[in-house]
Nanobody, 118 residues
Framework: QVQLQESGPGLVKPSQTLSLTCTVSGASITVSYYAWSWIRQPPGKGLEWMGAIEDDGRTAYSPTLKIHTSISRDTSKNQFSLHLESVTPEDTAVYYC??????????WGQGTQVTVSS
């Protein structure tokens, strides 16, 4: 069973960079048939896919977030991370990491609340 756990700050000030980490157990992030994604849900809104990192380290991002978003990984720790630059209150959301396989999100973390406020 693959398990994902998000970690990071719950409160970030505007203009700062938000960094979240997803720790994966039960599967290697370098396995070929999975991609590792970040998804968020602002209050009162739907889920928004932010980006993903594939088994070989290639990344893909939402066109609307690409300029502010990067995803990295640490294969020695089996972790991947989200970095969101210049955050605003509109980036307040529950952030999830998830496993993508064959265009389906099959495993999810429990989510972590991030609030952007001064």
């Amino acid at each position: 069973q693959v398990q994902l756990q998000e970690s990071g700050p719950g409160l970030v000030k505007p203009s700062q960079t938000l960094s979240l980490t997803c720790t994966v157990s039960g599967a290697s992030i370098t396995v070929s048939y999975y991609a590792w994604s970040w998804i968020r849900q602002p209050p009162g809104k739907g889920l928004e896919w932010m980006g993903a990192i594939e088994d070989d380290g290639r990344t893909a991002y939402s066109p609307t977030l690409k300029i502010h978003t990067s995803i990295s990984r640490d294969t020695s720790k089996n972790q991947f991370s989200l970095h969101l630059e210049s955050v605003t209150p509109e980036d307040t959301a529950v952030y999830y990491c998830a496993t993508l396989s064959d265009s389906n999100f099959i495993f999810w973390g429990q989510g972590t609340q991030v609030t952007v406020s001064s």
